[in-house]
């Protein structure tokens, strides 16, 4: 159950810094016309930590939630 939570925690820690390095390269290049490949990088592990930790989570405890796996 610790993994999980660890997983989780890096799931919300990936997800809330994934803008900072796009924001960051707006600023730079005073343009918004490419993507920051460390935004696409933070925001894959943040789907794939908080998928590990919805499904390892709801498996242990044996509550589905169901509308989760659409988030």
Do not use: E, H
Not at 31 to 53: C, K
Not at 54 to 69: A, D, K, R, V
């Amino acid at each position: 159950m610790i993994l999980l939570t660890i997983i989780g925690f890096l799931g919300a820690i990936c997800f809330a810094f994934c803008a900072l390095p796009q924001v960051i390269k707006a600023i730079k290049t005073k343009s918004t016309d490419d993507i920051s490949l460390l935004y696409i990088i933070l925001s894959i592990f943040g789907n794939i930590f908080s998928a590990i930790y919805i499904f390892g989570t709801n498996y242990l405890s044996g509550c589905w939630q169901y509308p989760q796996y659409f988030n």
